[in-house]
């Protein structure tokens, strides 16, 4: 049930996002599910790269990653080694 007007798509019964427009996935970062805006589209730009080298392809992975996400600085490397073991698991299984 989503309504369309001039200020955007939104659920006419609960005023929120749509069920069908939520683009949130949650990763296990530091022990703890953590959602990442956006992560499908990151993962099949990236892998559009066709990348070997496991610091180039997670470096990728974060640029994009940040563009859709706060990524705290003190956990920077714990979502780089998480996002990149998601990446394995879906992508190149």
Known sequence: MEEIDK???YCSICGGIPPEKITTRRVMI???ETG????DFVFEEVRKLDL???SILAEEIMKRVK???YVPS???ALYREALLREYR???QP
């Open 7 to 9: 200020d955007g798509n």
């Open 30 to 32: 530091d022990g703890r």
């Open 36 to 39: 990442i805006d956006q992560l």
């Open 52 to 54: 070997k080298d496991d």
């Open 67 to 69: 563009v859709f996400n």
């Open 74 to 76: 003190k956990k920077e």
């Open 89 to 91: 698991q879906e992508v």
